[in-house]
């Protein structure tokens, strides 16, 4: 492996967090790191143009619906907006709007967003997303970490936040020569956390593949870690080897999930075993990798089936656009195949850090039962959050944020 090369090393982070820095002491150690902008080439973007313009859609099942997937007549109103109204300009200001920088991790270059906390002991936190997301899934909970008086909370609740991009942004691929896939992305992101950015201890929270991530750092360097904030359990964790002994409710869930992801669950078949074929048209088509992540979306949603409820379009388009533009969208799937063949964080594992579960209804799979989740997680906090789905961080972030400050605050006692 190449040597690490520490781009952003800030020698003062001694204590695990900035409490004992100056504000003009922060400014000076952001000097020292790479910053980086998004600068999309027009090149790229007239070229989107030119395909969306030339889209050749698909016959449809005449009242089908949503019922065979992306619905042709929504398809045709994004498409229309994406070509005609929606800025990515605009949409770039406003996240060129975050610090961002990139660091070379054993030679692999990690995009990541850094936002400073406004308060006089920032708990250092990183968010994690996954598939079919982006670090654009955090926009609008950043703010409301860094600077919770700004919403109504206690800055001393404040945090450091870390969203790197992993899979569809502006790092490398993950190399996949590495053993498990997921289990290489902690290892990576252990060392952009602790050797890096200098934190002896942090936080890690996330959902879908975030939250698997967010556990195998817990399995890497558990002494690193101060706690995890989940949004679901992973899946891995509901394979039980005897549900018999298990609670009514947990027996209920897990029949439940079964009959829920057969049908919903088809497609990971597909990425866990041809994902190349599926890959040909993910990365030629903006509109057939557009109609895979809008599914996903819709389905996985707490919008009652109706994707707009939850998102704008500019909000669907804007992550839509970091898989196309960063030229990742078919990539970004192999991780299901490499994950498939060797699972980065085997059922069973315990997890030992503090864990807090905040569930959201909405998800395509129902809410885990606490004693099911307690067999491999050290739950603490047991939240079922109000509203939101698979993406509340970016659906209904609020109760989110505040459940995340209430948990990590009694880990601060």
Same mark, same amino acid.
């Given at each position: 492996?190449?040597?690490?090369?520490?781009?952003?090393?800030?020698? /003062?982070?001694?204590?695990?967090?900035?409490?004992?820095?100056? &504000?003009?002491?922060?400014?000076?150690?952001?000097?020292?790191?790479?910053?980086?902008?998004?600068?999309?080439?027009?090149?790229?973007?007239?070229?989107?143009?030119?395909?969306?313009?030339?889209?050749?859609?698909?016959?449809?099942?005449?009242? &089908?619906?949503?019922?065979?997937?992306?619905?042709?007549?929504?398809?045709?109103?994004?498409?229309?907006?994406?070509?005609?109204?929606?800025?990515?300009?605009?949409?770039?200001?406003?996240?060129?709007?975050?610090?961002?920088?990139?660091?070379?991790?054993?030679?692999?270059?990690?995009?990541?967003?850094?936002?400073?906390?406004?308060?006089?002991?920032?708990?250092?936190?990183?968010?994690?997303?996954?598939?079919?997301? &982006?670090?654009?899934?955090?926009?609008?909970?950043?703010?409301?970490?860094?600077?919770?008086?700004?919403?109504?909370?206690?800055?001393?609740?404040?945090?450091?936040?870390?969203?790197?991009?992993?899979?569809?942004?502006?790092?490398?691929?993950?190399?996949?020569?590495?053993?498990?896939?997921?289990?290489?992305?902690?290892?990576?992101?252990?060392?952009?956390?602790?050797?890096?950015?200098?934190?002896?201890?942090?936080?890690?929270?996330?959902?879908?593949?975030?939250?698997?991530? /967010?556990?195998?750092?817990?399995?890497?360097?558990?002494?690193?870690?101060?706690?995890?904030?989940?949004?679901?359990?992973?899946?891995?964790?509901?394979?039980?080897?005897?549900? /018999?002994?298990?609670?009514?409710?947990?027996?209920?869930?897990?029949?439940?999930?079964?009959?829920?992801?057969?049908?919903?669950?088809?497609?990971?078949?597909?990425?866990?075993?041809?994902?190349?074929?599926?890959?040909?048209?993910?990365?030629? /088509?903006?509109?057939?990798?557009?109609?895979?992540?809008?599914?996903?979306?819709?389905?996985?949603?707490?919008?009652?089936?109706?994707?707009?409820?939850?998102?704008?379009?500019?909000?669907?388009?804007?992550?839509?656009?970091?898989?196309?533009?960063?030229?990742?969208?078919?990539?970004?799937?192999?991780?299901?195949?490499?994950?498939?063949?060797?699972?980065?964080?085997?059922?069973?594992?315990?997890?030992?850090?503090?864990?807090?579960?905040?569930?959201?209804?909405?998800?395509?799979?129902?809410?885990?039962?606490?004693?099911?989740?307690?067999? &491999?997680?050290?739950?603490?906090?047991?939240?079922?959050?109000?509203?939101?789905?698979?993406?509340?961080?970016?659906?209904?972030?609020?109760?989110?944020?505040?459940?995340?400050?209430?948990?990590?605050?009694?880990?601060?006692?």
């Amino acid at each position: 492996m190449k040597k690490l090369i520490i781009l952003t090393a800030i020698t /003062s982070l001694l204590s695990g967090s900035l409490s004992a820095q100056t &504000s003009d002491k922060y400014e000076e150690n952001m000097k020292k790191l790479k910053p980086f902008k998004i600068d999309i080439p027009q090149s790229i973007l007239d070229d989107l143009h030119a395909r969306l313009k030339q889209t050749r859609w698909p016959a449809e099942i005449k009242g &089908s619906g949503w019922n065979y997937g992306s619905n042709l007549a929504y398809m045709k109103e994004l498409t229309s907006y994406w070509l005609n109204q929606y800025d990515w300009r605009k949409q770039e200001a406003k996240l060129n709007t975050f610090h961002q920088f990139k660091a070379e991790v054993d030679g692999v270059n990690i995009h990541f967003i850094y936002e400073h906390g406004k308060g006089p002991n920032p708990t250092p936190i990183i968010l994690i997303h996954g598939w079919p997301d &982006s670090f654009y899934r955090y926009e609008k909970l950043i703010p409301m970490l860094t600077d919770p008086a700004k919403y109504g909370g206690d800055p001393n609740d404040s945090f450091d936040v870390i969203v790197p991009s992993l899979g569809a942004g502006f790092s490398d691929n993950m190399p996949v020569d590495q053993g498990p896939l997921l289990k290489t992305t902690g290892k990576l992101l252990m060392k952009l956390m602790t050797e890096v950015l200098g934190y002896k201890k942090f936080a890690a929270a996330g959902g879908d593949g975030g939250g698997v991530t /967010s556990q195998i750092l817990a399995t890497i360097n558990p002494d690193a870690i101060i706690g995890l904030h989940l949004t679901d359990i992973g899946y891995h964790n509901t394979f039980v080897p005897d549900p /018999s002994k298990l609670s009514k409710a947990s027996q209920e869930f897990l029949a439940t999930l079964q009959q829920r992801f057969q049908p919903a669950g088809a497609y990971v078949s597909m990425l866990m075993t041809k994902p190349l074929t599926f890959n040909y048209g993910l990365s030629d /088509s903006p509109v057939g990798i557009a109609s895979l992540i809008i599914e996903k979306f819709r389905d996985w949603s707490d919008c009652g089936g109706d994707v707009e409820k939850s998102f704008t379009k500019d909000e669907l388009l804007t992550n839509i656009m970091l898989y196309w533009v960063s030229d990742l969208g078919g990539t970004a799937i192999y991780g299901y195949a490499l994950e498939g063949r060797s699972p980065s964080i085997a059922p069973g594992t315990k997890i030992t850090v503090p864990v807090a579960l905040a569930l959201p209804p909405g998800d395509l799979t129902p809410v885990p039962p606490r004693d099911l989740a307690e067999l &491999s997680l050290n739950v603490q906090h047991y939240t079922v959050l109000p509203h939101g789905g698979h993406f509340v961080a970016l659906e209904d972030p609020k109760p989110l944020a505040e459940d995340m400050r209430a948990f990590f605050k009694t880990l601060k006692q």
